[in-house]
């Protein structure tokens, strides 16, 4: 910051590092506007600005070698209006926090991502999911979004009254302003149970089978080691709406206790395993919003493939477990229903994502990557804009057919290209 920045009361000294470590935001500042008055006089003089959000990203979205902006000061708006089932939430407010306000007027968001802890504005900036046959990612509920835009106007884009520009706004990987505000979709309430099945054997990792218990509950992740079988099923029921799950089901045995989705961390991290019917917000998500989500020293990669091709992909990738396992905490498989928005890894296509949790070994991982990557090729792979990925910027260009629409939208909203960063350049062009 110079002396003769207008407003340095609001500014922070340097951005630091994300959740994990991993990730450098860069020298900074970082500015932390107190009201959305301040944040349009950020913008407006500011010729570079990136947002940050509750940092949980694992890839260099975020980072910056210039001024980063939180809205961590702002109002942290949560405006629910229960009988049209919306929300209108500041960007900068986690989904637990909103989940919270939402069961109070008896109404649930449509999904949740496995942690709480994430902000609303970053979310869906990234696409960032849960699971479920029928659920889109996160930022598919999105109705309306608030932007400041380069030069520091409000802007309000919404999905009925902008439908040429609003799917290429809400996940825009923070490109085309700082959003201060979305409008959400909500839904009723309604009861859920969660229960976990355990150590399903190999002949069970058919296309037939693995499809088979993704549609066992309305949100469903399948944990596993590359060891050619499924070690954990975590199923999550409406009660009344799914049929409960047997004790022995398609060769999987139902845990007697609850467990962690990584080998050595407490179950006590985790939400309710019990079969027992509970709100929503305490059964989507893995993890409980007081407590550490995942293991914490780690980094994560995610590829989203065809519904129809998971076994076929993972069986590509499997040659690889020898040298995947010692560096895997665990992986991952859910699914997400295809969607509209035009950077949405899951756009037009019902989706599969293979995930990876690794342990906190960033040159190996970056060596193992390309590998994966490689086998992973015949099934058009879209990686995760948040998580770790070495695929050729070409290639992750070429899986998004409204890209060029997309180029349109962020030339006339930003065309002196305010928000960009290294990522954005080397991903979407500059
Ligand atoms: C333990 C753990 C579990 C996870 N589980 C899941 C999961 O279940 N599903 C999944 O899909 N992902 C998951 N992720 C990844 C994570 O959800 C995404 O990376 C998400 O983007 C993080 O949100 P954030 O608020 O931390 O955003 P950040 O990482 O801070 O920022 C992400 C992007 O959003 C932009 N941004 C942030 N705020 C704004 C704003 N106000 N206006 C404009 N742009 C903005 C930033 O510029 C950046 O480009 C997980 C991550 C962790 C650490």
Known sequence: MTSSDPSPEHALEAPGLSWSGTVDYGPGPLHAPNSLAELQELVGRSPRLRALGTRHSFSEVAASDGPLVTLARMPADID?????????VGAGVRYGELALAAAEHGLALPNMGSLPHISVGGASATGTHGSGDRHRSLASAV???ELVTAGGDLLTLSRDGDPESFDGAVLALGTLGIATHLTLDLVPAAPM?????????????????LLAMLAGGSSVSLFHHWDGRIAQAWVKQVVGEDEELPASWLGGTRAREAVHPLPGMPADFCTDQSGQPGPPHERLPHFRLEFTPSSGEEIQSEYFVAREDLAEALA?????????????HASEIRTVAADDLWLSPAHGRDSACVHFTWKQLPAQVAQILPEIEQRLAPFAPRPHWGKVFTMDPDLVRAQYPRLEDFQALRDRLDPDRVFRNRYVDRLLGE
């Open 80 to 88: 629910l209006d229960a009988a049209a089932r919306t929300v209108r």
């Open 143 to 145: 109705q309306a979004i």
């Open 193 to 209: 149970r969660q229960t976990v099945h355990l150590d399903f054997p190999a002949e069970r990792m058919t296309s037939e089978d």
């Open 316 to 328: 590509a990738v499997s040659d690889l477990g020898a040298q995947i396992r010692p560096l895997l």
